[in-house]
């Protein structure tokens, strides 16, 4: 582990291709104000989501897990004209951060803050007929990471991009003795995308600023 050296690459990326941006600088200063846990991904993270969303073309996306609306906000930017988000969040006082940081972005109306919990609210998603989506990004109460997997596959159609976020937990990931329901979530997810056909997929682990972890991607087959 070289945790300084990872953050000062970070840092190095940041600057050099990550220019401060007022909304997403201000989204993090008030998240770390109201006291909101300063686990969001990173800029370099949040520029890749970014980017994937625009390869994707993603017209329509959902987010699991808003927090403070950072990676909301990296996404949101990707989207055309036209383009929509709704992100789903269990905690109030992070939903209304998230509105607040959205609305100062200029995302109002683009993006949809839903407050409850992401295995309770999905049901009414699918029931409005809001999807399919076009990228799901998971990044909630990792337990359930499998069970949104699900989700986001009732939710796709071809070619939706659903990423999962700390799946690798600092390598505890390949550990087949470990108890941490995190880890055995993430296992699970593996042996769930592993025996779908519906999806091609890969896990890239991770270093950086954030520490050592990985994210899982799965395409929908067409
Ligand atoms: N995606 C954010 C970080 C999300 S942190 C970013 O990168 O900027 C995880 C978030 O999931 C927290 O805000 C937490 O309150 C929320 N959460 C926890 N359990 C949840 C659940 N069951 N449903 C929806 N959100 C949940
Ligand atoms: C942590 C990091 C995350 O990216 C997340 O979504 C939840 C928790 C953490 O470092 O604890
Ligand atoms: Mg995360």
Redesign the pocket.
């Known amino acids: 582990m070289n945790q300084d050296l990872w953050t000062a690459v970070d840092a190095f990326v940041g600057d050099a291709l990550i220019p401060e941006d007022d909304a997403l600088t201000a989204a993090v200063r008030s998240s770390d104000a109201a006291g909101?846990?300063s686990?969001?991904?990173s800029p370099a993270?949040?520029k890749f989501l970014h980017l994937l969303a625009k390869i994707r073309g993603a017209k329509t996306i959902l987010?699991?897990?808003?927090?403070?609306?950072?990676?909301?906000i990296w996404l949101a930017r990707a989207l055309p004209a036209g383009g929509r988000l709704v992100t789903?969040?269990?905690?109030p006082k992070?939903a209304e951060i998230a509105r607040a940081n959205i609305a100062r972005a200029g995302l109002a109306g683009v993006v949809d803050v839903r407050l409850?919990?992401?295995?309770?609210?999905l049901p009414a998603i699918e029931a409005e007929g809001v999807g399919p989506f076009d990228l799901v990004?998971i990044?909630?109460?990792k337990p359930?990471t499998p069970a949104y997997f699900q989700w986001a596959l009732k939710l796709s159609r071809p070619g939706t991009l659903i990423i999962a976020?700390n799946v690798v937990r600092k390598g505890a990931l390949a550990d087949p003795a470990s108890t941490d329901p995190n880890v055995v979530a993430m296992r699970r997810l593996h042996a769930m995308v592993s025996s779908e056909p519906r999806v091609s997929a890969t896990t890239i682990q991770t270093v950086g600023s954030k520490g050592y972890d990985g994210f899982t991607l799965a395409v929908v087959n067409g």
């Not at 789903?88 to 905690?91: G, S, V």
């Not at 409850?116 to 609210?121: A, E, M």
């Open positions: 909101l846990p686990i969001q991904v993270q949040g987010e699991i897990g808003t927090l403070g609306g950072y990676s909301t789903l969040e269990a905690d992070h409850g919990k992401g295995l309770d609210l990004f990044d909630a109460d359930s976020d």
